[in-house]
């Protein structure tokens, strides 16, 4: 087998017989044993590539003369499955441990046997009796032991066998003496010819196609189908058996051995070779999901989720096994967005990602980076309890620092939601890729996934609810490049890859939910980066979970997660002559910034803050202000420093000071360190309405409103985030204070920029403006996008003073025009939301007059809107054995039409975005649909609708209430208010079940799937095939699953 073969051997299908019966593991020894098969493109696994079986026979052997046949083995305690192959010029019988199990005739197709419950924990004996009729006997076999952990064991036909022509009674019993008994004679390879080989799956039609559906479903994806760019190739190295789980993290020891981690429990070890996969042993049984691994120090770091703890593992005695776990890091909270990566920082210390369902540590340094965190926004939004995350506490998903004996841990940054990974590049600094809320789509409070900068001290402004702040907020840090819709998992760094330049420095990110990974350019950019993004590996499905650079050069990744099938691949570069490693290099004026933004980092509470004080730590002189700046890092670091100064060194000071952009980043500081201090929001009130915001030398020397449309977007929305601080932190102002802002602010309003009008609305309808709602109707009305469609009632439902029966009408009719945009599930529940409110407010004589403007367009995301469908009759309660034989029909040939009539049966669409088609309902109840075969498999899609229980996603797990008297409710808990929980038993229903929380006496998640079982079961076979190859294809009607 050459080189391009070594990773291809298909034992990737071979496992499909451990649940599927006989023929799938018979036909994937043939795909194993002979890589004969393959074009020179395609890439599958070898895990321990079995020897090539010979055609044996005598010297002697002739026409009529039967021939006798033994090979001893041992057995092994744990066996799963074993199977035996065999083909004979002639006929032959045979036996195991002196029990016939079939007879075999014929060289042209193999023919198999499963002799699992044959076989003896210890000593073995395979007997075959041959005998041909018209020629000399000639017969290959190869037998197949399969253990615990894919240890397998091969037994091909040999030299090794022995034979006799005399039959002896009890010749084919283990303890048979076998003196006298000759060599068998090797005639050759059975692929020595490959049009002969009678091991070919295309010699067994059956055999074949058993081999295509294992890979079909119980098989990780063949790498042939991946999209790569020019000059990558992909090897599938391995296919996880059923017994090996699925696996989410892995990481190279420093002998070069890989480590896995299973999704349920357990650390796997693989020996690698030069073929693949030499061995697999468990080296740790106990640990729960553990999500990040990491060697270093001497030592395995493992974060394990369900465990809840991060621990060292140590090899003390020199055995190979871990005899020492110390527990290093207990943290409490949730498992949904967990306990994430590790990664070695360029300072030794252990660094740690952790999603917003995990609570700080206790023993938390007060050296932190970040501190004075804070929910910041000016109008709390009542839902924000009861929707998702809602009992998420901040700084919701955050980085860690940890020595690597766990005595300190630091707080570095946070406002993220789910970090699932963490790289340094080159220069030390630290990215992620972090994941959106995809309910929110549609909404004003949608922030994309996206690659961020990590900084220390930095806050990335997630908020549970309606309460994410914009990215554009002066006290957080933008994107590097917002990637859009995906589910975010692993990342890595290309350095020590064996490719070219560009993609030994690319940045690696990758989508679960797309099945992709892509790689990010960094461009420097002042004291930061920015980005664009290129597909690197594309696969349908390729749910990746991790991905590392292995010490051979190659990027190596896993696939898996949620119960479905793992794979471990392994990508490299095909011209060894354009991969020399690259040097770092960076470009002055960034380097400058960059070091500049360092250096107000490490100072840990000192600041240059010219003509306020001079110490020894100020830069040179003619250095610009850095508060002046336009690098939003840098001025970020420097507000930061100035935060940990103290205020007493400079307060007086900032309140003085003419400068715009200085005045309004120190006043940003000061609120944010400052105590509910009556005289300062005073004194800030005051200099506001006198700031002078212009930079021009004839601009008054005090605000002037006509002065603000020409003043840069970003000032803007800095002063107006300091006036929102001044009064959350600092608490709501008086009468005189109200009055005096709001004849600075409405002036002001409305403006060019919708992200100035989304804090101007917000500001005026917090300080209850008679004006907000006759200048919002305006916009309102010339609205189309669905952010705005909702953002402005969201505001002005709080409104109470300005109202007009025309306003109303106006309202609710961009609500109308919202609803039938497409949107996520909280885009939806928001607007139904905010009518509710919005109708308690009014008289019942302002309901009247207004008619059924106030009614709004729900019916058209329900299903009745969808076309009328008889009542599906029951067909049959189909199970995964029905349908799993016929998966390799989906890919061709389907009915799109029938498809949609599917769907309809089923009632898919009622719940889940299938496609963009219109005719199907807008809202999205269940996960979204529209890129499910990029990470599910045609067997692990099929299974997860037959039986919806068996792995729920978070964000749709149903919780269950307990009640004191008795009773006990189960549903979606849609919000939390007045000591209430209002549950909906069911998504398809408005209906709300109003709960007192005094009454509940235990609260559980639901282990019971809010999607219904038995969805299928009026739907005929060819339906179902249809369905499959509509969600496989997003609905493309011009997908190759619907032509001919």
Known sequence: MNAALRFRCVDAARHGGFTGGVKPVLQALLAIALGCFFSPTTSAQVV?????????????????????????????????????????????????NGQRVGEITGATNATGFDVTTSLLADNNVLAVRAVNSTGPVK??????????????????????WLVQTREEPDWTQVKFPTAGWQPARSLGRVDADAKANPFAPDKMVDAYNSWKLARAGTAATDPATFTLLPGFKAELVRSALPEEGSWIALAFDPQGRLTLAREKKGLLRLMLDSAGVSKVEVINDTLLECRGLLYAHGALYANANNSKTLVRLRDTKGTGQFDETTELLKTEGGVGHGRNHLKLGPDGWLWIAHGNNVHLPKNLSTNSPLRNFAHDRLIPCPWDAGMFDGDVN????????????????????????????????????????????????????????????????????????????????????????????????????????????KYQKAFYICDWAYGRILAVHLTPQGASYTGTSELFVGGRPLNVTDV???????????????????????????????????????????????????????????????????????LTSDSPEPLERPDVYLRQAVRQLL???????????AIKEIRPDVSLQAWLALVRISKAEPLLKARLIERLVSLRLSDMDDAPPAFNPHQWPKLPEERQILALRAVALTFIRLGSPDETQRQATLNWLEPLYPNASPRVNQMLVELLVYLRSPQVIAKTVPLLRAATASEDLLLYPFYLRYARDGWTPDARRAVFAALDRAERLPGGRTYFTSIANV???????????????????????????????????????????????????????????????????????????????????????????????????????????????????????????????????????????????????????SPLEEKLIEVAATNVRERRLSEVSPMPGGLLNGLRLEQILDLLAYLEAAGDPKHRNFQP
Not at 421 to 439: C, Q, R, S, V
Not at 643 to 653: F, I, L, Q, S, V
Not at 895 to 902: D, K, M
């Open 643 to 653: 935060e940990r100064t103290g205020p007493e060194r400079w307060k007086n000071d």
């Open 835 to 985: 009518r509710k409110e919005l109708l308690a407010s009014l008289t019942p004589e302002e309901r009247t007059a207004l008619g059924t403007a106030t009614a709004g367009s729900v019916s058209t995301r329900k299903a009745g809107e969808t076309p009328a469908l008889p009542p599906p009759r029951f067909v049959k309660d189909w199970k995964l054995a029905d349908l799993e034989p016929r998966l390799s029909e989906v890919g061709k040939g389907r009915s799109h039409e029938g498809a949609r009539t599917a769907l309809l049966t089923a009632q898919c669409v009622h719940c889940h975005r299938v496609s963009h088609d219109p005719a199907f309902p807008n809202s999205v109840i269940g996960p979204e649909l529209l890129a499910v075969g990029a990470r599910f498999s045609r067997r692990d899609l099929l299974l997860h609708i037959i039986e919806p229980s068996a792995v729920i996603d978070e964000k749709f797990r149903q919780t269950r209430l307990l009640l004191k008297d008795g009773d006990d409710v189960s549903g979606m808990v849609e919000r939390e208010a007045d000591n209430k929980l209002f549950v909906r038993p």
């Open 48 to 96: 321990n590539r079995p020897p090539v079986p010979e055609w044996i026979s005598t010297a002697e052997s002739r026409a009529g003369q039967p021939l006798h046949f033994r090979k001893h083995f041992r057995g092994s305690p744990a066996l799963l499955k074993s199977v035996v192959l065999g083909a004979c010029e002639g006929r032959m019988e045979l036996f195991l």
């Open 548 to 618: 590392c650079i292995g010490p051979d050069g190659a990027m190596w990744f896993t696939t898996g997660g949620r119960g479905t099938q793992s794979g471990l691949y392994r990508v490299s570069y095909v011209k060894h002559s354009e991969t020399k490693p690259v040097v770092a290099t960076q470009e002055l004026n960034t380097e400058t910034a960059r070091w500049l933004r360092r250096r107000y980092e490490e100072r840990q509470g000192a600041y240059y803050f010219p003509h306020w004080h001079t110490d020894k730590t100020k």
């Open 394 to 501: 901040l700084p919701a998903g955050h980085i860690l620092r940890m020595k690597p004996d766990g005595s300190e841990v630091q707080l570095w940054a946070g406002g993220l939601r789910n970090p699932l990974d963490i790289a340094f590049n080159e220069h030390g600094d630290l990215f992620t890729f972090d994941a959106d809320m995809e309910w929110d789509v549609g909404c004003p409070w949608y922030v994309p996934n996206r690659v961020l900068h990590i900084v220390p001290g930095a806050d990335y402004g997630w908020r549970r609810g309606t309460g994410r702040w914009p990215a554009w907020y002066p006290d957080t840090l933008p994107s590097v490049v917002d990637i859009g819709l995906a589910s975010p998992t692993a990342v890595t760094f290309g350095r020590g890859a064996k490719f070219p330049a």
């Open 139 to 160: 017969l290959a076999v190869l037998l197949e032991l399969n253990g615990d952990l894919a240890k397998q064991t091969w037994i091909p036909s040999s030299t090794d």
